[in-house]
């Protein structure tokens, strides 16, 4: 799939409720604590990629600056929605701890080799994908959410999709190894597994419903049974380690299906520059 930059037409201005996920207190700390990451997650993949276009050979430039172009326009806009949810978070109480400990790590990495941020952003980029598609497959844990939000994060899981292989594919035109990239997939799971974990379990404490049975009833249903998170995404992530990997090979039905549908829900912006 080719990405397309759309412009959302949601309102995110207006006030939205602390348990907007249909009163469900995991899902709304599980959601809120993975829209945290993704303002500065997102700005650090539009920076690895834009420095691996410019470390390319001026004659394969042309073939991936299409395909650039719009994974940047894309993720800019993710971080615009994402920035005005989070700042509602925040006034509603929550603190943004993850935020804090992905930008100490970006610092870590200021003089390090492009090709490595690209190794780390596409393991993200996997991550993304895989969790964009258990969404777009089990779209009913968002049936209680706002209409709004609900489309919001549909739209992101779609374009997830879409744009899913870009950093993968640029990895290897500048000359990725791919034991780093494997290496990095490793990494970038452990930190992405605790940081998830303790920004969920600090949302809750935070929103009064860490202790509550509900809360630990629907964590228990929505990570291990039926469809849960757990159960859906380990056999696709375990697939980035085979040796004939490409992200291209998962499916992307759903993602087009909700494109197609719901084209009222945007505007086809166009390739962007971002940032
Ligand atoms: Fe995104
Ligand atoms: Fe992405």
Redesign the pocket.
């Given at each position: 799939m080719v990405p397309v930059v759309r412009r959302l037409l949601i309102d995110l201005e207006a006030p939205f409720e602390r348990g907007w996920c249909g009163g469900d207190p995991f899902l709304t700390a599980l959601f809120d604590a993975l829209s945290m990451s993704?303002p500065v997650g997102?700005q650090f993949f539009i920076d690895s990629v834009r420095a691996a276009l410019e470390q390319l050979p001026a004659e394969r430039r042309d073939e991936f600056a299409e395909r650039t172009r719009a994974f940047i326009g894309?993720?800019a806009t993710?971080r615009r929605i994402h920035s005005l949810f989070n700042e509602q978070l925040l006034g509603q109480g929550l603190v943004n701890d993850w935020e804090k400990r992905a930008l100490v790590r970006i610092g870590w990495l200021a003089d390090v080799d492009r090709r490595h941020w690209l190794a780390a952003t596409a393991a993200y980029e996997h991550l993304?994908a895989i969790l964009a598609q258990w969404l777009l497959r089990n779209p009913h844990v968002l049936d209680g959410a706002e209409p709004r939000l609900r489309t919001m994060w549909l739209w992101?899981s779609a374009?997830?999709t879409e744009h899913r292989s870009v950093a993968f594919d640029l990895h290897h035109a500048i000359g990725g190894d791919r034991r780093w990239r494997l290496k990095w997939f490793r990494r970038v799971t452990t930190f992405f597994l605790a940081d998830v974990m303790r920004q969920t379990l600090s949302n809750l404490r935070r929103s009064g419903t860490l202790w509550q049975r509900r809360t630990w009833r629907s964590a228990a249903h929505h990570l291990f049974g039926r469809g849960g998170l757990a159960r859906e995404t380990f056999a696709p992530w375990r697939e980035y380690f085979r040796a004939d990997f490409h992200p291209d090979q998962r499916p992307d039905d759903l993602a087009r299906r909700w494109i197609d549908e719901n084209t009222a829900a945007y505007t086809v912006a166009g390739p962007a520059s971002g940032r």
């Open positions: 993704f997102e894309q993720e993710h993304t992101h374009e997830e």
